[in-house]
């Protein structure tokens, strides 16, 4: 075996720079983690190792001493590796000089720590290649509190022709420990969220998508790593990371001949080898992550809180509650159907009224899916005095108003096809292919960015007080390409450059107005994307039953103010259930309300208003969850408010076996010891009577003995409990 000798001695240069002789040490603290990196005395850039910090910065030079990185093959642990030299594992970055050469030896230039904020700090390494003209910028913006780091990269060149980026990933990480518990999810349309964790073995598992558009509908772009054993809740080290791209991505998890994983996180080079001119910055996608030694709860209050803090739109702001006419219509309304939905949507207390799919064609009337997508005057015998009328009919409801678009397709069936046949995705010379009767729009051509704004804009022109926008995404992209882009492998990646250039002019005009994200469910979560969008649909699932174990998975990754949760008339629960859980999240509703019996109205009306008066611990608190539906009879979610002085805790029935429900209390979290609280049942139908044993309580009793929720069959399938600081 190869040993590297180093020197030890450190001489303290600046707050996470260390020189050891010809040797420095970069290291990216948070509060509670230290990223450490190495460059050897040949200028290579090193991962060391990234775990809990150390009291004392001059030791992390001694950590290169205790770890194994060099096999028979050379070091493993390069910081940023990269194809056609000296690493021959999986490569972060493979290209293509402009002379047809595929090596990359990228080497140490210099580094600068910039503070962004208290909070904030941005590290920036400089690297360059030994023999050609190419840069990259390794960057590492960690935000101290939550502990949570965004890495992404900078390529650049200055080669007499155009480069090609055969591989271009956002962040490498590596990490040492006893074995490696990879949580990852997969799913279908109204599947989305299904888990599984297994034990990495040595070799490479691949997370990715190659769907284009709506990615992440068979896998998404989160995971968790639990490293020596799997993590529970409360216990445990674990890694959760997500790519914020909403497209083709790609994470390669490789256990290394010593048993170290090399982690690499990226946009999917699958068909998408990238051109890049010279001197033209490509940068790539954040891919964010989180390390916890406190367990997966842990790692993922300190996610979320992250998220509404930083990068969520509007992420501290509130929602509104709303009552969409989808499931109650779907295409078959008119305005004085749509007149009475407005009368109801205030009967029962919700903020908006949001008009779903099918206001829109002439020519080819929105009257089913297979025509008018991609036509966006609305249809004028179906709403004869347009949006403008239903707008002021909401204000003369005294609800708001929202609209359903999606902007980035178009049936065959359409004026804008026939008009544009080239700007639609399709391989000129072979039959065209549908997912739900339609194609996708080339949102790298600079002509339908515009038309796709131009859609928003106009809507938002002519109807001032619209306020609220459903963005819907329901097909893949099949035979990819583009009729006007010269390098048909940057179509992939351009495509969702397009879509972010479209967003970003949207929110400069309208900061600050909901969008929710759809794609025919979850298809299209991540970070990437909700840096533009207020919340998501989790899934078109809308079964109770179903929603407790989906969002339960969601919850994992995004706060419950981005989980867009409706009442439908999917699954058997009785309305209780099915709003008891759409209240953890974003609440909706998409039903007719006027075929409620008085009892059942009166209940969702109550609902609303509780809603209204705990969201502020739903939408902004902490969130625990305290018992799984996987593993146990009755799952069980409570959240805390800011000051931990309101909480309110959720409960449901997800056995049909005799006798499944609450035998023993389930404990609390997130209170305070010494403070007393009041424990009361909320939220049930009229006339039903509480089984909880109510109360005032130390937070000490409540987090160490608990409460029983009486959870049973029946009308105990679903129990919300109170819990007020007295
Ligand atoms: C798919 C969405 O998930 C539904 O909620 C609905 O908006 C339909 N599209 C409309 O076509």
Not at 247 to 266: C, H, Q, S, T, W
Not at 530 to 535: A, D, N, P, W
Request: a neutral charge; aromatic letters at 12%.
């Amino acid at each position: 075996m190869t040993i590297i000798k180093r020197i030890v001695p450190v001489i303290f240069l600046a707050a996470n720079i260390f020189i050891a002789k010809a040797q420095t040490i970069v290291a990216v603290e948070s509060q509670k983690n230290a990223l450490v990196l190495q460059v050897t005395p040949k200028k290579q850039l090193n991962a060391l190792y990234f775990g809990t910090k150390l009291a004392n910065q001059s030791e992390y030079a001694a950590i290169a001493k205790q770890y194994r990185y060099i096999s028979h093959t050379g070091e493993a642990n390069m910081a940023y590796s990269t194809a056609g030299s000296i690493d021959i594992l999986e490569p972060a970055l493979a290209v293509t000089h402009a002379d047809g050469n595929r090596s990359l030896a990228l080497k140490y230039v210099d580094h600068t720590t910039t503070k962004i904020s208290d909070n904030i700090t941005l590290v920036s390494i400089n690297l360059r290649d030994s023999v050609y003209n190419f840069d990259v910028t390794l960057n590492y913006q960690t935000y101290i509190k939550e502990n949570v780091t965004e890495q992404w990269t900078v390529i650049k060149h200055h080669e007499k022709k155009d480069v090609v980026l055969n591989k271009y990933a956002s962040a490498n990480l590596y990490l040492q420990s006893d074995g490696y518990w990879l949580n990852h999810y997969h799913g279908e349309w109204a599947q989305e969220m299904k888990p599984e964790e297994e034990k990495l073995s040595h070799g490479i598992k691949t997370l990715d998508s190659k769907l284009g558009t709506r990615a992440d509908l068979f896998q998404p772009p989160v995971f968790m790593v639990s490293l020596n054993k799997p993590a529970t809740e409360d216990e445990g080290e674990v890694l959760y990371g997500n790519l914020e791209w909403s497209g083709n991505y790609k994470i390669d998890f490789e256990v290394d001949p010593n048993n170290n994983l090399r982690l690499i996180a990226g946009i999917n080079n699958h068909a998408a080898d990238y051109t890049l001119k010279p001197n033209t910055e490509f940068v790539t996608p954040k891919f964010v992550y989180i390390l916890s030694d406190k367990g997966k709860g842990d790692a993922s209050r300190s996610l979320q809180s992250w998220a509404r803090k930083y990068k969520i739109a509007d992420g501290e702001g509130p929602r509104l509650t709303l009552l969409n006419n989808w499931e109650s219509t779907f295409f078959d309304f008119n305005e004085p159907k749509l007149a009475e939905l407005l009368k109801t949507t205030k009967t029962l207390g919700v903020d908006l009224f949001l008009l779903d799919d099918g206001w829109f064609g002439n020519k080819y009337p929105r009257n089913g899916d297979k025509s008018g997508l991609g036509d966006w005057e609305v249809t004028k015998n179906k709403l004869p005095n347009g949006i403008a009328y239903l707008t002021k009919t909401a204000a003369e409801a005294g609800v708001k108003f929202g609209i359903w678009i999606e902007p980035e397709m178009v049936n065959p069936k359409s004026e804008l096809y026939e008009k544009h046949p080239d700007w639609v995705v399709k391989q000129p010379q072979r039959p065209e292919y549908y997912m739900r009767n339609q194609l996708v729009l080339d949102l790298t051509n600079p002509k339908v960015q515009d038309f796709v704004y131009g859609i928003v804009d106009d809507l938002f022109t002519k109807n001032p007080t619209l306020a609220y926008i459903k963005w819907d995404c329901n097909s893949v992209i099949f035979n990819a390409n583009s009729a006007t882009i010269a390098h048909q492998g940057n179509f992939y990646t351009d495509y969702v450059f397009g879509l972010y250039k479209v967003l970003e002019r949207i929110r400069a005009k309208y900061p600050k107005v909901p969008l929710m994200l759809c794609s025919g469910g979850g298809g299209r979560v991540d970070y990437g994307a909700l840096k533009y969008f207020t919340e998501f649909w989790d899934s078109d699932n809308t079964d109770p039953l179903e929603r407790v174990f989906i969002q339960w998975e969601y919850s994992y990754f995004y706060p419950a103010l981005t989980s867009s949760n409706h009442v439908t008339d999917w699954g058997k629960q009785p309305i209780k259930f099915r709003t008891d859980v759409a209240m953890m999240g974003k609440l909706g509703f998409d039903i007719v309300v006027a075929k409620l019996k008085p009892e059942e109205l009166t209940y969702a009306q109550g609902a609303v208003s509780l809603y209204k008066e705990y969201s502020e611990a739903i939408w902004h608190g902490d969130q625990y969850r305290l018992q799984d539906p996987w593993k146990n009879d009755v799952a069980s979610v409570m959240y805390v408010d800011p000051n931990q002085s309101k909480a309110i805790m959720f409960n449901y029935l997800v056995s049909n076996r005799y006798r499944s429900g609450t035998i023993r209390p389930i404990t609390l979290k997130g209170l305070l010891d010494d403070k007393m609280y009041t424990i009361k049942e909320v939220n049930m139908m009229p006339g039903q009577r509480s089984s909880i044993p109510g109360g005032t309580y130390s937070g000490k009793f409540l987090m160490t003995v608990g409460i029983n929720p009486a959870v049973g069959a029946g009308d105990r399938a679903s129990v919300i409990v109170s819990i007020e600081e007295k």
